[in-house]
T-cell receptor
Framework: GQQVMQIPQYQHVQEGEDFTTYCNSS?????IQWYKQRPGGHPVFLIQ?????EVKKQKRLTFQFGEAKKNSSLHITATQTTDVGTYFC??????????FGEGTQLTVNP | DTAVSQTPKYLVTQMGNDKSIKCEQN?????MYWYKQDSKKFLKIMFS???????INETVPNRFSPKSPDKAHLNLHINSLELGDSAVYFC?????????????????FGPGTRLTVT
C-alpha cells in the first residue's frame, strides 16, 4: 500500500536558524498537504500542493512539491519560538485515501 | 462556533470498561474520520464515513465501533478498554470523499480526546 515517509523525526534548532522537513512517497501523488500541530493541540491544515514542481510560500514557510510528485519539503526560514510543534505531510495518490507521514517534531531554543 | 467539536476532552477509565467519544462538525462536510495518535505523535486513521456510510475501516480491533447518525456526527464506542488504547483520538472532517479526483479535501481536526486507561 501507499507509504509516506517523513524525516527527520525530531529537529532541535536555535531560534533564528532554518529548518527543513522532507516527505517521500512510495507512489506518485495527486497532491500533498502539510499540517502543523502545536504541543497539546490538534493538526491544523497549512497548505496543499497539486502541481509537479510547485512552490508555495507563506511568510517564512516555503513548500515544494517534487517534479516527479513523489516528494515534498517544508522549509522555515529564521525559526521563531512560535514555530514549535509537529509538522505532518499527508499525501494522496489517485484513487487512494490520504496517508499521513510520521511527522517531524520541531523544538526551537530561544 | 467551533467547526469540529469532540467530547469529552479527557477520559480516564479502567481496563475493561466501555466508553464513547462524540464528534460533531458544523462545516457541512460530507466525510468524517477518526484518527488515533500515540505517544510518538504518529497519526493513524481508524475509520472514515462519507454521508453516514463507512468507507474506510483500517485494521482496528472490533472493540472499536463507529456510529454516524447523520453526516454531521461521528461517534466512537470502545468496548472492553485495554491499556494499549491509551492515546489521543482525533475526529476530523473534510469537504470531499476519499476516492480520487477531488482537489480540495483538507482535513479539519477536532481538539482531540485524551484517553487514559488504567
Amino acid at each position: 500500500g501507499q507509504q509516506v515517509m517523513q524525516i527527520p523525526q525530531y529537529q532541535h534548532v536555535q531560534e533564528g536558524e532554518d529548518f527543513t522537513t522532507y516527505c517521500n512517497s512510495s507512489t506518485t501523488l495527486s497532491n500533498i498537504q502539510w499540517y502543523k500541530q502545536r504541543p497539546g493541540g490538534h493538526p491544523v491544515f497549512l497548505i496543499q500542493l497539486v502541481k509537479s514542481g510547485e512552490v508555495k510560500k507563506q511568510k517564512r514557510l516555503t513548500f515544494q512539491f517534487g517534479e516527479a510528485k513523489k516528494n515534498s519539503s517544508l522549509h522555515i526560514t529564521a525559526t521563531q519560538t512560535t514555530d514549535v510543534g509537529t509538522y505532518f505531510c499527508a499525501g494522496r495518490a489517485s484513487g487512494s485515501r490520504l496517508t499521513f507521514g510520521e511527522g517531524t517534531q520541531l523544538t526551537v531554543n530561544p | 462556533d467551533t467547526a469540529v467539536s469532540q467530547t469529552p476532552k479527557y477520559l480516564v477509565t479502567q481496563m475493561g470498561n466501555d466508553k464513547s467519544i462524540k464528534c460533531e462538525q458544523n462545516l457541512g462536510h460530507d466525510t468524517m474520520y477518526w484518527y488515533k495518535q500515540d505517544s510518538k505523535k504518529f497519526l493513524k486513521i481508524m475509520f472514515s464515513y462519507n454521508n453516514k456510510e463507512l468507507i474506510i475501516n483500517e485494521t482496528v480491533p472490533n472493540r472499536f465501533s463507529p456510529k454516524s447518525p447523520d453526516k454531521a456526527h461521528l461517534n466512537l464506542h470502545i468496548n472492553s478498554l485495554e491499556l494499549g488504547d491509551s492515546a489521543v483520538y482525533f475526529c476530523a472532517s473534510s469537504p470531499r470523499g476519499t476516492s480520487g479526483g477531488a482537489h480540495r479535501h483538507e482535513q479539519y481536526f477536532g481538539p482531540g480526546t485524551r484517553l487514559t486507561v488504567t
